[in-house]
């Protein structure tokens, strides 16, 4: 089992980063749009860059194994749960349950899935299959839906030309299969980009925990950065309505902290049979908490970012437990 400090090393960054951006916000020293701002930044910008990359130079064929099997049948059911609880019992719109659903199942699979598995596997390699699942199915379903909303039925058949996540997946799939090597120029220009990618995003994130919205920026009906939403309720409204926010965070958090990683381990162990080894990679990795990623689609579309938010800092907090647990109980002795 690893110590303490070495696991606890890989959360360091996110609350760091997090807490920087509280402190920046606090001070308003970038201005009440800093927040809009930086995550459109890391949406339209930084983001499709590093995910060019990273998908890019990965073979495709990866993803496809008994693991990744696994690990999926955990992420769906995941998600699944996710959905259903913010249409059943929070009464939720279509945008909401696509946001709900990665709040409950998107792992944070590369800036804390990485350091993490380094620590407790020795070997981060599965990182790279999660990253092209997540990425080349999962993100397309639910930005699918969160446009459809935005934009009306029609638009949603050219989603991938006008929507850079998925444009960047797409064309980093296509380099991966045709084996093409960006020029050494522009692709240092893209690591450079895409390095951005994380760190903006746990500020934007920080911002978002002291954030004011600005007059015009959430207004029912009105605009925000990235389109016309209905206004969310804002922090500690009423009695009635803050205990239903905290009763869906609740939610999210256990399922993707507890639940996902458990239908992965019943999937790995009784269906699949994978050996020990294996089997911790799926859970573990099944376990990290919500992705900062979530907070960027909720912020650019206007929809569900309190829960995406508020998912994100308390599953990474869970996680901190759960992720020790599966490390003690599947671990070598």
Known sequence: MPSLHPLLSGFAPIWALTGAGYLVGRSGLLGPHAEA??????????????????????????????????????????????????????????????????????????????????????????????????????????????????????AALTLPLRNPILLAAALGALVS?????????????????????????????????HHRPARGDTAPGGTVPGGTVPAEPAPGGTAAGGTARYAEVGVAVVVKTLIQPLGAFAVGAFLLHLPAHQLLTVVLFSALPTAQNVFVYAREYGHGTALARDSVLWSTLASMATLSAVSWALGPS
């Open 177 to 209: 299969a045709t084996g093409w090597h960006l020029p050494a120029e522009l692709n240092h220009s893209c690591e450079l980009l895409g390095g951005a990618a994380v760190p903006t995003a746990l500020v934007a994130l920080g911002l978002s925990l």
């Open 37 to 154: 701002v930086l995550s459109r930044f890391v949406f339209h910008v930084a983001m499709p860059a590093a995910l060019f990359l990273m998908i890019g130079r990965t073979p495709l064929g990866r993803f496809a194994n008994p693991s990744m099997l696994a690990f999926a049948a955990g992420t769906a059911l995941a998600v699944a749960l996710g959905v259903l609880a913010a249409h059943r019992f929070f009464g939720r719109g279509p945008a909401e349950r696509a946001i709900g659903g990665m709040a409950a199942g998107y792992v944070n699979s590369a800036n804390l899935g990485i350091p993490v598995a380094v620590q407790v596997l020795g070997d981060a390699s599965f990182a790279a299959p999660v990253v092209l699942f997540q990425t080349l199915l999962v993100t397309p379903l639910a930005l699918t839906v969160l446009d459809t909303g935005r934009a009306g039925r029609r």
